[in-house]
């Protein structure tokens, strides 16, 4: 089984729906982030969260809210989507205990918005 | 603003040949230096992590890194057709373990 799953792998909604793409991890690891990546962009961090009661905005948080249910789960929320929020959703962990800030991917979530 | 730049490609390079691959930051506080490998569709994937100057060789891959001159690369010797994809290179810059991401270098291995 993968260490990082997102859940669903693929969404098409429409404009102002409200939508919540999943994480989960197995892997024990206290640190998760969600990114966007669009093309010729990379990735752009959104939010990340140091353990469940830790929490901070990315570069571009705007439009975006989370929510860290447990160490192993984070969920990622857009309110109210747009178009220009179509892009593939990556959730990421990484352990503090290590003592070096690997990051591990989930599969990604591809979201298009109409 | 911190930046992590890279040449975006595509970076077509012949089988069996060595593909270079480049990054240069910003940040001249930067303590560790990741190059990811990512498929079309697909996550990133960890290749190989540097923190001191000079070479790291694991396998096929070598990193190379030059903190005087802010640049670190990963050269790929013998490369494969499976080698094709977009390498994307990620800077710790903060004590918080943040790392800012490279938009990445697509490399075409040509059979």
């Known amino acids: 089984d993968a260490d990082v799953t997102q859940t669903p792998r693929n969404r098409i909604t429409k404009t102002g729906k409200r939508i919540m793409l999943e994480c989960s991890q197995t892997k024990g690891h206290d640190r998760m982030y969600w990114y966007r990546q669009d093309p010729g962009l990379g990735l752009r961090l959104i939010y990340y969260?140091?353990?469940?009661?830790?929490?901070n905005k990315g570069e571009i948080s705007d439009g975006y809210s989370v929510s860290r249910q447990a160490q192993a789960k984070f969920s990622l929320s857009l309110e109210s989507a747009i178009p220009n929020q179509t892009a593939l959703y990556f959730c990421a962990t990484s352990d503090s205990q290590l003592g070096v800030p690997t990051q591990y991917f989930g599969p990604g979530t591809r979201l298009t918005v109409l | 603003q911190k930046e992590v730049e890279q040449n975006s490609g595509p970076l077509s390079v012949p089988e069996g040949a060595i593909a270079s691959l480049n990054c240069t930051y910003s940040d001249r506080v930067s303590q560790s230096f990741f190059w990811y490998r990512q498929y079309s569709g697909k996550s990133p994937e960890l290749i190989m992590s540097i923190y001191s100057n000079g070479d790291k060789e694991d396998g096929r891959f070598t990193a190379q890194l030059n903190k005087a001159s802010q640049y670190v690369s990963l050269l790929i010797r013998d490369s494969q057709p499976s080698d094709s994809a977009t390498y994307l290179c990620?800077?710790?810059?903060?004590?918080?373990?943040?790392?800012?991401w490279g938009a990445g270098t697509k490399l075409i291995i040509k059979p």
């Open positions: 969260s140091f353990d469940v009661k830790d929490i």
């Open positions: 990620a800077v710790r810059v903060d004590s918080n373990y943040q790392l800012i």
